[in-house]
């Protein structure tokens, strides 16, 4: 039945259950690569293409399959960088790498968009087909600082410095950059299915309630429907749709042409090829891929029960974490989709753009976010990173390397929460800490 999201009752509810109903209860490293229950055979059939697509190795055409790839990419599949449909890793330059650089000029475009930077375009493509030159070569290097917190407890945190060499031609002056790790493709279906009013109750642009925290959407240009939207995917919420970010995937990080992005990521630089083979990627494709990463399940929770979690529940609640990670809310209705129709679901975020401090901002405006602003990640699934990628890297960049530094990287809106965290004793952080990987 189509019905309103309604209130759920609190009385015997599962707190395990992040993505509603059709949660799966899987701690593996294929956790996050689980369909929705109960699709029906054709929707169950179009989830399996999409697998299939996403795991496919683009190669340079003519081919008789796959064909298209580059001239200039970042990476040749869609799980080079997404690790087992979860997130990357911070490196540049190798085969399993998952570090994309934003690239723009200070200014907007005609749609208030990022203002492309002239011969390299929004993002850098670090990667050339035979005889192509690659855009730039990425590096990175690191300088550490040490916190210590109140019960003594010495923590380092490295701050990433970003440098380019050898460009096919001189980098205009003046350029702003802003570095990406790949992040998990699951839960994508609830976020998009969150009505916009939800999100929008949230907002406190003018911090009316005087919590310190004044958070706001950010509203950005569709290229498929060609209005502006509300944004919900991406590190500053700049994309508004999941077929909009899967098509500017395919386009931006490996140089395939789609009906959404029907143009060569590299057209009017040296690397264009000028062949009419656009586009590149047929939409039974492209809509198979789209359909997968929608109907992708969300992981459990695990261990609600212990002690020590439901301590560091309240600690989380205690020191303001969940006034951005907000835990619960519901979906609207979708009634092509009934998985993920009107569920109660606990994605620990509040999908809105807030001020993060100096230290991790990175200069560079999307549409109305800031150079400090950054949207709240989810935080589900978090504790299952180790195991589906094999490492634990966090924020938008990778720099952090354990909860506890994603923590003290908090500062701006987050400041007050950050100095709460410092000032537990190591019990409570322990506790707060095992929490969150229990997300």
Sequence with gaps: MCRKPGDYAETNYDPRLSGGTYTVFDETSGAFGHELALLNAHDGRIHKLGDNGIGQTFVTAPAPINSGLGPIFSNVSCISCHHNDGKGNPTSGLVNSSLLLRLSLPGSNANGGPLPLPG??????????????????LSISYTTKKI??????????????YTLSNPYIP????YLSSARM??????????????EQTILSFADENDANGDGISGRPNYVYDPMTKTRMIGRFGMKANTATIATQVASAYSQDMGITTSIFPTESCFGQLQYDGKPDDPELPDSILNAAIFYIKTLAVPARRNVTDAVNLQGEQIFKQIACSNCHIPTMNTGVDVTLPAISNQ???????????????GLADGRPDFLATGTEWKTPALWGIGL??????TAFYLH????????????????????????????????????VKFIKSL
């Design 120 to 137: 390299f375009g929004l993002q850098l493509q670090d990667v050339g087909t035979f005889n192509v030159l690659p855009e730039a070569k």
């Design 148 to 161: 210590t917190l109140a019960d003594g407890t010495i923590i380092s945190l490295r701050s990433p410095a």
């Design 171 to 174: 980098l205009p002056a003046g």
């Design 182 to 195: 790949a992040p998990p493709f699951f839960g994508l279906g609830f976020i998009e299915n969150i009505a």
């Design 344 to 358: 109660r679901i606990h994605p620990y975020t509040d999908l809105l753009l807030h001020d993060m401090g100096a």
């Design 385 to 390: 990173f180790q195991k589906t990628s094999g």
């Design 397 to 432: 960049d990778g720099r952090a390397r354990s909860i506890e530094e994603a923590i003290l990287w908090h500062d701006g809106e987050a400041a007050a929460a950050k100095n709460k965290f410092i000032q537990l004793s190591g019990t409570d952080r322990t506790a707060l």
